[in-house]
């Protein structure tokens, strides 16, 4: 394996785990608040922020 395809590996990892842990995050947050639809908002709003914030750190 190549230095460029450990990045790419390296990459796709975090950001899954921050998928994961904002989804999660985000569902606990939005079933405290609002259960019910505040569940799938809150998961989909975490989800959104974790890709978002695994490509903020990919990128450095």
């Known amino acids: 394996m ?3 395809n450990n990045k790419v590996t ?3 990892i ?3 785990c921050g998928m994961l842990g904002g ?3 985000g569902a606990g947050i ?3 608040i609002f259960p019910g639809p505040g569940t799938v908002i809150g998961y989909l ?3 959104g922020i974790g890709v978002i ?3 903020k ?3 450095r």
């Open 53 to 55: 914030a695994s490509q």
């Open 57 to 59: 750190f990919n990128d």
């Open 10 to 12: 390296d990459a796709t």
């Open 2 to 4: 190549n230095q460029e």
């Open 30 to 32: 939005g079933s405290l």
């Open 45 to 47: 709003m975490g989800v």
């Open 23 to 25: 989804g999660g995050l």
């Open 14 to 16: 975090i950001t899954a």
